[in-house]
Nanobody
Framework: QVQVVESGGGLVQPGGSLRLSCAASGSIRRIIAVGWYRQAPGKQRELVAR???????NYADSVKGRFTISRDNAKNTVYLQMNSLKPEDTAVYYC?????????WGQGTQVTVSS
């Protein structure tokens, strides 16, 4: 069994920054990939950023140049640094950890960008 816990969300003003953390624990031998997704009220969940075991990353067009995904393999933790936040970034952010082709979701962390 794998547990996934996100943290770091909160309320921030437009133009501000937050760093989200995704910590995975349990029966993990390796991680194929980790993705950050978000879901705003009334919208579908969307991929924000993803990093694979080789370190390759990809980002949604809407966050390129503002968000950075990174990882600490020793801690089984992935981070999402979010800069220049906009009101449209407001959503619940979820982490999806893939020890195999199947994955595990965390419970989500709320990010609210508002003045």
């Amino acid at each position: 069994q794998v547990q996934v816990v996100e943290s770091g969300g909160g309320l921030v003003q437009p133009g501000g920054s937050l760093r989200l953390s995704c910590a995975a624990s349990g029966s993990i031998r390796r991680i194929i990939a980790v993705g950050w997704y978000r879901q705003a009220p009334g919208k579908q969940r969307e991929l924000v950023a993803r990093i694979n075991s080789g370190g390759s990353t990809n980002y949604a067009d809407s966050v390129k140049g503002r968000f950075t995904i990174s990882r600490d393999n020793a801690k089984n933790t992935v981070y999402l640094q979010m800069n220049s936040l906009k009101p449209e970034d407001t959503a619940v952010y979820y982490c999806y950890v893939q020890p195999t082709t199947a994955g595990y979701w965390g419970q989500g962390t709320q990010v609210t960008v508002s003045s």
